[in-house]
């Protein structure tokens, strides 16, 4: 539809004119402002012509009071797309004294010869508006008017969103339960929708509160254009909810989400859409809300506009999620979750270094459940932190037993959620719980993914810096997983960064897996901090991951998650890896952290031109002790050395259980020998089989319990 063209001497006549009018004409569902006469000028104290239209057209309720806006606003809205007669009474604050007028509005409707429709609205002042409910003249009417504004004002508080003008939820539901009856009486089927706003708190941060609050108010606007302002409600925050009649429903939607694109300015956010088909016999309003809702949520990861339709199949997950927050204490009371440890092993001697703990949720009824399935409703619900908690107390119960059977105790890792840190004091509570039992903090480990620290990161810097203050270790969980994993290892300090099972799912598939985690395992060698990888499964990934210096490793190569009696079930029938001796912890550490890869850290304290001299050569630990020579670990070009050597073929052994030499008076192993007593790093030259070899020497670590000595060798050349 075209913009009304008037005829020019008919237009100056009326734009001229002392009474104060102006003609509207609604076009594409805006209403555009055609004139504004002199009176209509002055009554709003338009100094320039050209402002008076701009304001119009751009924000044509900006003086009027907040209470009245959204009232106003409806009634334009219902007079332009029903028809009828226009007629409302409102305040508006004059420019130059700052004071309310009490406006009385009333408007028309005409037909041009072309059979265009316009609106004619005439305005007439009633008098300044007082709040005590009397004017400052003694005018009947006015003083009614001002009574009338005043109390609608106690009922607009009492009923409407201060910042948007749209209904608040108590009153919306009274609105949305008659409205509901009204659609159903006329055979026609009410839909409710449940709108999210992607990421406010974003937005937020980048445009202040100021501009969130713009956007608020603008998308309410967008929702009291297509479903009328009495049938919307913000129902919290930057989450809104509407009552309408289901016809052409998707098609608004669909709509609302192109004007989304380009709202407040193009400073916008994509929206999440629930959908719930109501049944006005089937439940209250506020139920037909909450599974709108539901059904919103389902999106809850996504950030593009999209809707989706609640089903049954949400309501019987509702159910089950509502099961695990009403149970959760008859649960843990009665023992129903069981904790489960999956080892952790050390890669320079096979042992358990460490333990993780998992909750398993074990119902008398419904069978073992998925952690997926009741882990995420304690986070949401702000329960989680019952969960970990108890975790925390079994596993100290299980190292006082594990210390009673006569076996090496371990430290045990345990996972907090986000909500942990916002619902309870939790660095606290585990420190109370840990001093209680009596064991060492060093003995609980804290494992907090990367995505909880992104999340608020100043917050969670400083609670892991309390934890480590305090003694434990903190390791940060799934590392690779997110895209900020480097920029927060420059920010906080990790013991042990645990490499996401993704790669391990990619290392049969391609070598970008393999060359990430090379890369990745020598900056975590140069930060000091020990590395984890989760997800292994298969000895040629043992290989690949030991050559490469990972410290530690977890998977079903080794174990599967079990309980306790279990494990001693193991220990009884000779089946169990073995825990490690806390008193070689350091020992076997030292030797894990080399990358084989990577010779040139074996020289690291020597010249430039050294450490240039070294690349993927040759490259192993071996351990002695006494006469006895043992190979711990090596590198591929190793194995192939050792191979056309001597003929010793290690590729798919145990590494570590390997015997190098049994002539321990050869010049070559008095060399080693010399090396490990004295701690002197040397280049040497001496027989293994028939060649003539060329290596150098390095002193790693010394084994406390066993007095063994870890000596690094690297190939630098063979002559035959």
Not at 505 to 525: G, V, Y
Not at 593 to 600: A, E, K, T
Request: hydrophobic fraction near 40%; proline fraction near 2%; charged fraction near 25%.
């Amino acid at each position: 539809m075209e913009k009304y063209q008037f005829d020019q001497t008919l237009m100056q006549t009326m734009e001229d004119s002392h009474i104060p009018f102006a003609v509207y004409q609604f076009i594409d569902k805006r209403v555009v402002t055609l004139v504004l006469s002199a009176g209509f000028r002055k009554l709003f104290e338009f100094d320039k012509k050209e402002d008076a239209y701009y304001v119009m057209d751009n924000d044509m309720y900006r003086a009027t009071h907040p209470d009245d806006k959204a009232r106003i606003a409806d009634a334009a809205f219902r007079f332009a797309t029903e028809g009828g007669s226009y007629e409302v009474v409102y305040r508006t604050k004059t420019r130059n004294h700052g004071h309310y007028l009490v406006i009385h509005a009333q408007g028309e409707h005409v037909y041009t010869q072309n059979g265009a429709r316009l609106a004619i609205v005439w305005y007439t002042n009633e008098g300044i508006y007082s709040p005590t409910g009397y004017g400052t003249d003694s005018n009947a009417l006015t003083d009614s008017y001002n009574r009338m504004l005043r109390e609608g004002s106690l009922i607009h508080h009492a009923h409407y969103d201060a910042l948007t003008g749209l209904p608040n939820m108590a009153y919306f539901f009274e609105l949305a339960e008659a409205g509901r009856k009204t659609l159903a009486a006329e055979g026609k089927q009410t839909a409710i929708l449940y709108f999210d706003l992607c990421d406010m708190k974003s937005f937020n941060r980048r445009f202040g509160f100021s501009g969130g609050d713009e956007l608020l108010r603008a998308f309410a606007k967008l929702l009291a254009r297509y479903f009328h302002n009495e049938n919307c409600c913000r129902i919290s925050a930057d989450h809104f909810t509407v009552y309408t009649d289901a016809a052409n429903l998707e098609d608004r939607i669909k709509k609302i989400f192109d004007e989304c694109r380009s709202l407040n300015d193009e400073a916008t956010l994509p929206v999440r859409a629930g959908i719930y088909l109501d049944n006005i016999e089937g439940i209250d309003i506020d139920r037909a809300c909450d599974r709108a809702k539901i059904a919103c949520d389902t999106n809850r990861n996504k950030f593009i506009s999209v809707y989706e339709y609640f089903s049954e199949d949400m309501l019987k997950t509702i159910q089950a999620q509502r099961y695990f927050v009403e149970n959760l204490d008859r649960a843990l009371a009665e023992k129903w979750v069981t904790v489960y440890y999956q080892p952790i092993v050390r890669t320079a001697n096979g042992c358990v270094c460490d333990e993780e703990a998992l909750a398993r949720w074990v119902d008398p009824e419904r069978g073992v459940i998925s952690p997926a399935d009741f882990i995420p409703v304690l986070e949401e619900t702000m329960l989680i932190y019952k969960l970990d908690l108890y975790v925390v107390e079994q596993a100290l119960a299980k190292m006082k037993k594990q210390a009673e059977a006569g076996l090496y105790v371990v430290p045990i890792s345990i996972n907090l959620s986000r909500a942990d840190f916002y619902a309870c004091n939790i660095v606290e509570e585990i420190c109370r719980r840990v001093d209680g039992a009596g064991i060492g903090r060093e003995m609980i480990t804290i494992e907090i993914t990367e995505s909880i620290i992104g999340s608020d990161f100043e917050y969670m810097k400083g609670q892991v810096e309390r934890f480590r203050e305090l003694g434990f270790q903190v390791w940060m969980d799934d590392f690779g997983s997110g895209y900020s994993s480097l920029d927060v290892l420059q920010q906080i300090h990790f013991d042990v960064i645990k490499f996401d099972m993704r790669f391990m799912k990619q290392f049969d598939n391609t070598d970008r897996s393999r060359i990430i985690l090379t890369e990745l395992m020598k900056m975590a060698t140069g930060l000091g901090i020990e590395t984890v990888t989760e997800g292994v499964e298969t000895i040629e990934q043992v290989d690949f991951l030991r050559e490469i210096g990972c410290t530690k490793l977890q998977g079903f190569f080794y174990c599967c998650p079990l309980p306790f009696e279990k494990i001693l079930r193991r220990y009884e029938k000779g089946r169990q890896i073995g825990f490690e001796n806390p008193q070689e912890s350091d020992y076997y550490d030292a030797i894990g952290r080399i990358n084989l890869y990577d010779p040139s850290y074996i020289a690291k304290e020597d010249s430039e031109s050294l450490r240039q001299y070294f690349n993927t050569l040759p490259t192993a630990i071996l351990e002695l002790q006494g006469d006895k020579v043992k190979l711990i670990r090596c590198n591929r070009s190793y194995r192939e050395f050792l191979e056309k050597t001597v003929g010793v073929d290690v590729k798919n052994k145990r590494i570590y259980n390997v015997r190098l030499a049994d002539q321990p008076d050869s010049y070559f192993m008095s060399e080693i020998k010399r090396c490990a007593l004295e701690g002197n790093r040397a280049i040497t030259k001496g027989k293994v089989g028939d060649a003539t070899v060329h290596s150098f020497l390095r002193r790693i670590a010394e084994n406390p319990v066993t007095g063994s000595v870890a000596v690094a060798i690297v190939v630098l050349n063979v002559v035959r």
